[in-house]
């Protein structure tokens, strides 16, 4: 009873909510001054309309997909090749690295991108200063092309050590009987990882690839905090900072509450397609 309690004060009447106010709008009488002047009015699927056509929620996702693209298979690549090092018998200090992995995941997104953008600001930054005395090119990492791989670096630096975390400890849910047996027939570590650890842990991955998708689309830390700090970064440069914008600085909150809408059902319709292609092709290799 108290979990339903604050899953339907918390989840579900905010949601509930939101989605009542993308079909109101602000009607403004005569004005619009005086009592009365201003009232909330149905607006059926107006508000839903106008962000489809929106270029700037667009452009958003267009440029979220590109930083996605990016993010998700470093980050995870990286994350599955600290869990194999980790899970290996060979390794040391396995605690304190396992640690060292993770840590950034504790530190706050907001002191990430932050310490990260000071970083890339070359007269505060000490990788430009060791660039200017070695004499090579001190790219600009807020500007233009580079700037994905900027914002990107931000979030595989915080993300890698959660899903490394969520892969070795299925690692090491494999019993030891089964590298027994590789190993006798010959297997080298190589041949292990490649063809008894990483299918065995195909679930795994299917989740962290799930968080990972989802942490995509809901990017709003990194370009938020970086936006002081460079030109190239506008109010709308995520779906999420335009919905921001649009309830706070413009002060819509109906057409705010249709874009969060519109960005939720997105994110569940791709989840949804993602979770049953991969359990089609767990079926089609169980019953293989």
């Known amino acids: 009873m108290p979990a339903a309690l604050l899953f339907a004060l918390f989840f579900a009447l905010p949601i509930g909510y939101a989605i009542w106010l993308s079909f109101r709008k602000a009607h403004v009488s005569g004005l619009g001054l005086g009592a009365g002047a201003r009232s909330e009015v149905w607006a059926g699927f107006e508000n839903y309309r106008a962000a489809l ?44 690295t396992r640690l060292a992995i993770f840590l950034p995941y504790a530190i706050p997104g907001v002191v990430a991108a932050l310490m990260w953008g ?6 505060v930054s000490p990788f430009y200063f060791v660039l200017d005395e070695l004499g090579l090119p001190q790219p600009d990492l807020l500007d233009g092309g580079p700037l994905y791989l900027a914002l990107s670096n931000i979030a595989v630096w915080g993300g890698t050590g959660f899903n490394m975390i969520v892969i070795y400890t299925s690692l090491r849910s494999i019993p030891a009987e089964v590298h027994e047996a590789a190993k006798l027939d010959g297997a080298t570590p190589l041949q292990i990882a490649l063809r008894i650890k990483i299918p065995m842990v195909a679930p795994s991955l299917v989740l962290t690839f799930f968080f990972s998708i989802i942490a995509t689309l809901q990017v709003f830390n990194e370009p938020t905090t970086l936006k002081p700090l460079t030109n190239s970064v506008n109010t709308s440069w995520s779906p999420l900072m335009k919905v921001y914008q649009d309830a706070f600085r413009r002060g819509d909150i109906y057409a ?31 019953a293989g």
């Open 53 to 96: 056509q929106d270029s700037e929620l667009l452009d958003g996702a267009l440029r979220v997909l590109g930083y996605g693209c990016i993010v998700v298979p470093v980050m995870l690549g990286l994350a599955l090749l600290f869990a194999l090092m980790l899970d290996s018998d060979k390794v040391r200090l396995a605690p304190f």
């Open 118 to 123: 000071f970083l890339y600001l070359p007269d």
């Open 256 to 286: 705010a509450a249709a874009e969060a809408t519109l960005i939720a059902l997105a994110t569940l319709v791709l989840s949804f397609a993602f979770l049953k292609a991969a359990n089609r092709r767990n079926k089609e290799e169980a």
